[in-house]
């Protein structure tokens, strides 16, 4: 059974970089596209970034595209999420997620029905 725990999370101010980490386990992880969403409190779960298996192709949210960078390290089986200029609209619990099927539209992609296995997600909280 695939696992997957975020890591990273923390306090920070706006303006401040963090980046996220997201340990893959159970499965192969190149059979799996990786992806981040977020929780905001009393908001629906969002999505935030794709990669694809081979880490070639990535897919960004229109709110952090620019600021937002999604990677991947096969040697470790591990995610990242690194996150610059951070917002105080950025607190959220932020989520890893594995989809093993290719998904070329974005439609697609932003959709966490897409996603077969989930993490338990991490706090990222962002002061004014």
């Known amino acids: 059974q695939v696992q997957l725990v975020e890591s990273g999370g923390g306090l920070v101010h706006a303006g401040d970089s963090l980046t996220l980490s997201c340990a893959f386990s159970?499965?192969?992880?190149?059979?799996?596209?990786m992806g981040w969403f977020r929780r905001a409190p009393g908001k629906e779960r969002e999505f935030v970034a794709r990669?694809?298996?081979?880490?070639?192709?990535?897919k960004y949210a229109d709110s952090d595209k620019g600021r937002f960078t999604i990677s991947r390290d096969s040697a470790k089986n591990t995610v990242f999420l690194q996150m610059n200029s951070l917002k105080y609209e950025d607190t959220a619990v932020y989520y890893c997620?594995?989809?093993?099927?290719?998904?070329?539209?974005?439609?697609?992609?932003?959709?966490?029905?897409?996603?077969?296995?989930w993490g338990q997600g991490t706090q990222v909280t962002v002061s004014s």
């Open positions: 997620a594995a989809d093993v099927t290719p998904r070329p539209r974005y439609s697609d992609v932003v959709r966490p029905e897409a996603y077969d296995f």
């Open positions: 990669v694809s298996k081979g880490g070639t192709s990535t």
């Open positions: 159970g499965g192969t992880f190149s059979s799996y596209a």
